[in-house]
């Protein structure tokens, strides 16, 4: 194993347009956290002997020394998203080693690795010890979970509200703590969150989890009040109803079986669409009671989710006439992005160039890149030579194009909580021309994943491709924010009332683009307001053509040219990316 004595630093090479779209209050940087100095030990904490007593010695240390080095040189010449991240890997490198040298715990090891990758702040990246970060969290079991659950073991599901408190928004019946839609979680045993949280990252608990845009992080940290409640003995809740701070034991929590939430989407119930009740819900869709609006909210692009999103997409915008559509990403783990490519090819008029992957062009220079291949690989039925940018032309992953498409006002919905293939199929909607996008940037998860196989109960992984809109083929998707047109969230009072306020602002959008002639007719029905009526049932047959009418000349010869496309020098080498 090779041990460069190298310093390395990798910084922006120019302000990204889209970070300064978006202002930060908060003040968590894209760092690798204190200066490290060569002789730097396990943090000074309450933690730490807990953290080494529980799981026991581990592995040999020269054992864990290979990892840490097989890994730390995997990201120091393939890793392709350093761009716009202020990380000293080489000091990195000088801060952890000698303290792994010197012998450490299981839980110490878990540790650095698992920090070692947050530092990268990319979530496609980790180096988790299962056996550790698997453990139920607990005082005996002290682990860090950054962002939220789908089920919480809260028996509750809550947001991050713009004060930095965890905005609950929906209740599972009969919670042992009386908590309510409204009320918000401040912070643990008389104590802000927000310190708290900056306390247990300097502890340096064994973490997982994590956002990979500035502001995706600040999310994460703060809805990381929702799930880490075990490690503290009372709760502080600032009650909606009454203004007053309760401190309650965390201890009616502790049940065997769990009080678990319901699906948390970010949002609340829709009257008229159908809300997510087990993971394999991928999509749900309807019509908004009261109006002619259709509704799709998309879980995860996994599992039969190209299937029903273009059922959805069929169903709500090509039977009958409808006012608008809103697509919910808010809530999105991602998966296979060109699931969503046939549903999209009913929504635009002509197949649209997207993104192209770059990957490292040379192991010594963390910012040098070249366009990404890859090898050949089937996707949507079809064999591509590799990762060409006609793959990513919308509606084109099977290379038919739908002459159908949509001229309504489109809402996309999205948070934080939306990544990987989930921040794409939200980044493909911005290029539809009467698209608008409301809510918070997605996690900025944009980059492709491989994993490593280095240990037995460990799951490692990197990001080896890191993607560019091929209009501006120099500036990377990694660690940017999303362009958001309305940025709003839930508000308490709105939550209380059971009103999702983000829905509420699209829904209002969307009535404001409907044709004078089209409101009248809909008062004159009586259907008023998002909260009354039944919704419609809209049903067209499906119908795809080889032929591309309306396809330019150039993108032809994109189709046409994916061998030529391919780089003389990318490497042949295996990668799997989530969102091809």
């Given at each position: 194993m090779r041990h460069r004595p190298r310093h390395l630093k990798s910084r922006a090479v120019k302000r990204r347009p889209l970070l300064s779209l978006l202002t930060l209050a908060a003040t968590v940087c894209l760092t690798a956290g204190p200066a490290p100095t060569a002789n730097a030990q396990a943090p000074d904490s309450k933690w730490q002997p807990t953290i080494d007593a529980r799981w026991g010695p581990g592995l040999p240390t020269e054992r864990k020394l290979e990892i840490f080095d097989e890994f730390w040189t995997t990201i120091d010449e393939r890793f392709a998203a350093f761009q716009d991240l202020d990380v000293d890997w080489q000091r990195l490198r000088e801060r952890y080693r000698p303290e792994i040298a010197a012998g450490v715990s299981r839980g110490r090891f878990a540790a650095i690795m698992s920090h070692l990758a947050l530092a990268l702040r990319d979530s496609h990246t980790f180096a988790n010890d299962q056996g550790v970060l698997n453990t139920p969290r607990s005082p005996q079991a002290p682990t860090l979970l950054l962002g939220g659950a789908i089920f919480s073991r809260l028996g509750a599901c809550a947001t991050a509200h713009d004060d930095g408190s965890a905005l609950i928004y929906a209740v599972a019946p009969g919670?042992?703590?009386?908590?309510?839609p409204g009320?918000?979680?401040?912070?643990?045993?008389?104590?802000?969150?927000?310190?708290?949280?900056?306390?247990?990252?300097?502890?340096?608990?064994?973490?997982?989890?994590?956002?990979?845009?500035p502001s995706a992080f600040e999310d994460t940290l703060v809805r990381a009040a929702m799930v880490n409640w075990q490690l503290f003995e009372t709760i502080d809740i600032l009650k909606h109803a009454s203004g007053t701070v309760e401190h309650l034991s965390t201890a009616p929590l502790r049940t065997t079986p769990p009080s678990l939430s319901r699906f948390c989407t970010e949002g609340m119930v829709v009257p008229g669409v159908p809300t997510p009740r087990e993971p394999s819900d991928v999509v749900t869709w309807g019509a908004i009671d009261g109006t002619r609006i259709g509704y799709v909210r998309v879980t995860a692009w996994q599992e039969d989710a190209g299937k029903q999103f273009t059922d959805a997409i069929e169903e709500l915008t090509q039977g009958r006439e409808s006012d608008g559509l809103i697509i919910d990403f808010r809530v999105n783990s991602g998966g296979n992005m060109f699931l969503g490519d046939a549903g999209l090819g009913m929504l635009f008029d002509r197949p649209v160039p997207t993104i192209a992957f770059a990957e490292r062009a040379d192991p010594l220079d963390h910012l040098k890149m070249r366009p990404f291949v890859g090898e050949p690989a089937e996707f949507c039925g079809i064999p591509w030579q590799g990762f060409a940018p006609s793959l990513y032309v919308i509606d084109m992953c099977d290379r038919t194009y739908d002459p159908r498409s949509y001229d309504r006002p489109i809402a996309v919905l999205t948070s934080p909580a939306a990544g990987s293939s989930g921040d794409q199929v939200a980044l493909r909607m911005t290029y539809h021309p009467h698209a608008r996008v409301f809510g918070k940037p997605t996690q900025g998860l944009f980059t492709s994943r491989t994993f490593l196989e280095l240990e037995a109960g460990w799951s490692i992984a990197y990001a080896p491709?890191?993607?560019?809109?091929?209009?501006?083929?120099?500036?990377?998707?990694?660690?940017?924010?999303l362009p958001v047109d309305e940025p709003l969230w839930l508000r308490p009072d709105d939550v209380a009332e059971g009103e999702d306020t983000v829905v509420d602002a699209a829904v209002h959008w969307i009535n404001s683009q409907t044709p004078k002639t089209l409101r009248r007719r809909r008062r004159r029905s009586g259907a008023a307001s998002l909260h009354q009526c039944a919704h419609r049932t809209l049903?067209?047959?499906?119908?795809?053509?080889?032929?591309?009418?309306?396809?330019?000349?150039?993108?032809?010869?994109?189709?046409?040219?994916?061998?030529?496309?391919?780089?003389?020098d990318a490497r042949p080498e295996p990668v799997t990316l989530l969102h091809p």
């Open positions: 919670h042992p703590l009386g908590l309510q009320d918000r979680i401040l912070g643990y045993d008389g104590r802000p969150w927000r310190e708290l949280v900056q306390e247990l990252l300097a502890a340096e608990l064994p973490v997982t989890g994590g956002g990979s845009s491709a890191n993607p560019y809109r091929i209009d501006d083929p120099h500036d990377y998707l990694a660690h940017s924010e049903a067209q047959p499906r119908y795809r053509t080889a032929q591309p009418a309306g396809v330019s000349d150039g993108m032809r010869q994109t189709l046409a040219s994916d061998q030529a496309r391919a780089s003389a």
